[in-house]
């Protein structure tokens, strides 16, 4: 009994969704020719499903829905690998630029040693600098100075905007720039190094206008 119940519950299921229902004709009445163009509302029955007269919810052929179902997957993939734009690099003529502006910058020098570094800080999709110069000074010893610059990339070229105090170290490495911000690792001395043999790596962050 249970199995004839299912069967024919399982017949009307079929009937009703796969089978487009058609209008209801009465007697005497005759079927009205094709027309050329579907209004929206029947262009959409025709995509996704038919709509029984006299009733107010629309039946949905599966196969049809899931046509699209399938596509969605895909699509979101799409856009979730689509890579966003990289921000515009100065060239190497610029990049060049940068270090004469830089060793131009620092004066009264016998030599001026520039580690440039570059990425947006500002985040106008442009490329800007951080410069960390050592300069041996004109009768000064056997010791030298660093200076760390920040540089807002433009149209132009780069645009000196400051200086960094506070920052020591040798061996600049590991720029990382982002909005506000750069960090940078410099090897600075350990408790129990000698001035000429710094050992610890410490990573300072430098606040970007």
Request: net charge positive; hydrophobic share 35%.
């Amino acid at each position: 009994m249970r199995k004839t119940e299912a069967a024919n519950i399982h017949s009307m299921i079929v009937r009703r969704v796969v089978v487009p229902c058609s209008p209801d004709r009465s007697a005497g009445s005759t079927p009205s020719a094709p027309k050329d163009r579907l209004s929206p509302m029947a262009t959409l029955r025709m995509q996704f499903g038919t709509r029984e007269r006299g009733e107010s919810r629309m039946i949905v052929h599966p196969a049809r829905w899931s046509a699209h179902l399938v596509r969605l997957p895909v699509c979101l993939s799409v856009l979730c690998f689509v890579p966003l734009p990289e921000p515009a690099r100065a060239e190497g003529a610029g990049r060049k630029a940068l270090v004469a502006l830089e060793r131009k910058r620092i004066r009264g020098a016998d030599y001026v040693q520039v580690h440039p570094f570059f990425g947006d800080f500002t985040g106008d999709r442009r490329e800007d600098a951080l410069a960390v110069s050592y300069s041996h000074p004109k009768g000064g010893g056997n010791s030298d100075s660093i200076e760390v610059s920040l540089y807002r990339g433009t149209s132009s070229g780069f645009r000196f905007i400051k200086t960094v105090p506070d920052v020591y170290g040798q061996s600049p490495r590991l720029a990382k720039f982002s909005r506000g911000q750069v960090r940078v690792t410099l090897t600075t001395l350990g408790p129990n190094d000698a001035r000429c043999c710094p050992s610890v790596p410490k990573e300072y962050v430098i606040a970007a206008p």
